[in-house]
Each structure stands twice: as structure tokens, then as C-alpha cells.
């Protein structure tokens, strides 16, 4: 007997209709009416009788079938059950992610260079099963379980636009144009609006988007202007059209916290990634040795 007869017999004595049952499983009937007489001469009995225009089960068909019932079911559960294994055996780091995202692929990448086995996967803001957190604040938070990295904003205009040919600016400067942010749920949004308060002015929001690449696209086309992180989304003048002007008044800063959570240790992997993205950021930021 072969599994494939066995499901085939399951199927035709749910249905008890050879076309239909030939139809739900992609196969010619002649195949199938061949797979059962088959399975029929090998077990020596006959498992079906036909009744008007259907088929019926025979004793022998109906006890066939309770018997098979749960052990096939369970085979058909076995590939996710046995992908569920290999999932726990694999080394997993959690992340969650809800800041610097680029300045932490790119660590992802170099750490996978190094340790191709560990397998990363990424959350936003709201998944507390976590074995690290990077976010963002506007202040310096430290202790046990966080560290944090100094990054300053820039502001990122068009090259070829009224401010192109400067290389620092005041905010209030630009209180009249249209800014590109990022989606108000993001944290760096709220820093940078309250910079724009102490500035004297509430920024103009003229496109939101939730993509850096899409803010810097934007301001190319000369739809506004928009802040910037010095290191973490990586060098805006790339590919040209924008240029990265200094804000010289208010002095824009953020914080990028890296965290582990407070309830409980990290496995090895976890805090083997913990320690080289410390550094990893450290480095970008030019706070740590090079």
C-alpha cells in the first residue's frame, strides 16, 4: 500500500463520488477509479459497492476509513510540527525596531557575514516579546538594561533650491516651507516637531511617508524640506538632489536607545548580537573605537 492510494481512498469515502473526488484533487478519474481497485486487490476486499448513481463504503470501506482517519491526519500535521522544530533549534534574535532601522540592517548584514546561522527577525513598536528594542528619545536614558548613542539632525533640502548653496541654517529660516516627515507614529517625528516649537513655529506637513528613501525623493522633487539624521539613515546626498545643511539654532539632537528587556537575561546569541550592535552603532556614530 502506498500513502497516496490511502488518501485517495480517504477522499473518495468522504465524498462518495468518484468525479467529484477526481476533480477536488487535480487527477484524471480513470487514475483514481485505478488507485482505489488497486488498493482493493492488495487488502483482498472490496471497499466500495455502487448504489443507484453513488458509491457506498462496504463494512470493510467504513472500518478503512476510521482507521485512517487519525493517522493521516497526523501525518498531514507533521511538516508544520517539524517546521516548528527546526524553528526552535534555530538561533533566533528578536528585534524590535522602531528607530535607525537602516544603521541596524546594515549591522544585521555585517553580523551575518560573520554568523550566517542566526536567523534576525524584526517587529515594530507594540510587539513585547523582544530580546532588544531600538528607539529613539530626545534625552539621555542609561541604566542596566539600555544604552544610549548621541546622533545630531540635520535639515535636507533641495540642491539646486533656495538654500542649496548654504551649509548651515537656523529652523526658524525655514518656518514658511513645506516639510516632508515621516509618519506621525514614528518617535523621530515628535523630537523634530518639538524642535520646530522651540523654533517658534509649527512645522507644515506638506507629504508623510513612512520610508526615509520616499522623504529623500521628495525633497529632491522640490516638494519641501525635511530633517535628517546624521548617521543612521546613511548619506542623504547619495544618487544627488538633496544637499544636508547644519542647524545651528536650536541644536537638534536625538538619542538611539538600545535596550534588553528588564523581566529576563538574554540567551547567548541575543546578547553575543547585543554587545557587537553596541559597538556597531558606537562606531557609525563616532562615539566608540574605530
Known sequence: ????QLQYFVAVAKSLHMTRTAEQL????????????????ELGVALFRREARRLALTPAGTYLLERLQAPLAALAELPEQLREIAEADRKNVRLRVMAATSLVTDAIIAYRERHPDVHFLLRNAGDEDFD????????????????????????????????GGEESIRLSDVAEENFISLAGTRLLRGICDGYCLQAGFTPRVGFESDNPASVKKLIAAHAGVGFWPEFSWGDPALGGGVKRLAITEPDCRRRIVLAKPTHRALDEEAERFYLYLREFIAIRLGQGKT
Do not use: D, K
Open 1 to 4: 500500500m502506498e500513502l497516496t
Open 26 to 41: 487535480h487527477v484524471a478519474q480513470p487514475a483514481l477509479s485505478q488507485s482505489i481497485s488497486r488498493l482493493e486487490r
Open 132 to 163: 532588544l528594542s531600538i528607539s529613539t528619545s530626545a534625552t539621555e536614558e542609561t541604566g542596566a538594561h539600555a544604552v544610549s548613542f548621541e546622533e545630531r539632525i540635520f535639515l535636507v533640502v533641495p540642491a539646486e533650491g533656495r538654500y
